[in-house]
């Protein structure tokens, strides 16, 4: 079965930073592009990175370019996200998701991690 | 960038109803485009791509259509189960985006 364990949210103060995990299983990981997308507070779903097999690609949203950095260790079958110089628009439900087609769309889901950016 | 337009924002619908959801894309994208459902407490999950290509595990009574810039998300008899937040999303420029969602209430 497979398996999108998400951990690392919390609350931050803006500027602050944050390290996101998602714990992959049930399924070969170094054959998939691993995605990050987020739930904002209003609902609405965006995708904000994503990264290919061997680590050699990745991609932003141009929102978080400079300040986010998606990264894998596929010997651990695990997927991060650095989060730096947070804002209060980051606030949001974190999912780490498995990329169906190559890169798009996400077939597999976490449950997601909540992140939460105020003073 | 394409801008994704779900429609109606709200959707409340009897129990055995049939209900059916738009997205418009604001240019063509070529039928590359999903279809999610997600429920609080429960992993969001993958319905449809390339516009009507079942995923794996999703019952009948769903349906995915459209070509060029609409699309139909179709619930044909609507169970307990259906009652949900639903997004499309296009993958076929550069950004992915995703539509703002239609929920789908127990009227």
């Known amino acids: 079965e497979v398996q999108l364990v998400e951990s690392g949210g919390g609350l931050v103060q803006p500027g602050g930073s944050l390290r996101l995990s998602c714990a992959a299983s049930?399924?070969?990981?170094?054959?998939?592009?691993m995605n990050w997308v987020r739930q904002t507070p209003g609902g609405g779903l965006e995708w904000v990175a994503n990264?290919?097999?061997?680590?050699?690609?990745?991609y932003y949203v141009d929102s978080v370019k400079g300040r986010f950095t998606i990264s894998r260790d596929n010997a651990e079958d695990s997927l991060s996200l650095q989060m730096n110089n947070l804002h209060a628009e980051d606030t949001a439900i974190y999912y780490c998701?498995?990329?169906?087609?190559?890169?798009?769309?996400?077939?597999?889901w976490g449950q997601g991690t909540v992140v939460t950016v105020s003073s | 960038e394409i801008v994704m337009t779900q429609s109606p924002g709200t959707l409340s619908v009897s129990p055995g109803d049939g209900a059916t959801l738009s997205c418009r894309a604001s240019q063509s994208i070529s039928s590359n485009l999903a279809w999610y459902q997600l429920k609080p407490g429960q992993t969001p999950r993958l319905l449809f791509y390339g516009a009507s290509t079942r995923a794996p595990g999703i019952p009948a009574r769903f349906s995915g259509s459209g070509s060029g810039t609409d699309y139909t998300l179709t619930i044909s008899s609507l169970q307990s189960e259906d009652f949900a937040l639903y997004y499309c999303q296009q993958y076929n420029n550069w950004p992915p985006a995703f539509g703002g969602g239609t929920k789908v209430e127990i009227k």
């Open positions: 049930g399924f070969t990981f170094t054959n998939y592009w």
């Open positions: 998701a498995r990329g169906l087609l190559s890169t798009f769309p996400f077939d597999y």
């Open positions: 990264i290919k097999q061997d680590g050699s690609e990745h």
